[in-house]
């Protein structure tokens, strides 16, 4: 029905920067947020950001002031800057729609893309 297609992850060393992107993709008639989680080994997957289509955001304290979220309505695509990363950002991170596939709500998640942080 939907698919979400993400890309940008990588190796940066501390200090670095880094670009995600998703793309959503299929019967959506209409997107309500768009987010990125990520999940480290052993831990659960927990909020990065997100952003409502009226561009409302809302970030993880430990992201505040050096990731930015942001999203191109028109083409259905969210992408997040990551700035000044560090080696605690080192996680597999997943685009997160939720979007109306007809009059229904639905939530959505990529495939995930590697991040890893590291000198």
């Known amino acids: 029905q939907v698919q979400l297609v993400e890309s940008g992850g990588g190796l940066v060393q501390p200090g670095g920067s880094l670009r995600l992107s998703c793309a959503a993709s299929?019967?959506?008639?209409?997107?309500?947020?768009m987010g990125w989680y990520r999940q480290a080994p052993g831990n659960q997957r927990e909020l990065v950001a997100t952003?409502?289509?009226?561009?409302?955001?809302n970030y993880n304290e430990s992201v505040k002031g050096r990731f930015i979220i942001s999203t191109d309505n028109a083409r259905n695509t969210v992408s997040l800057q990551m700035n000044s990363l560090q080696p605690e950002d080192t996680a597999a991170y997943y685009c997160?729609?939720?979007?109306?596939?007809?009059?229904?709500?639905?939530?959505?998640w990529g495939q995930g893309t590697q991040v890893t942080v590291s000198s």
């Open positions: 299929g019967r959506i008639s209409r997107i309500y947020v």
């Open positions: 997160n729609v939720n979007a109306y596939v007809g009059d229904v709500i639905m939530n959505f």
């Open positions: 952003i409502t289509r009226g561009g409302t955001t």
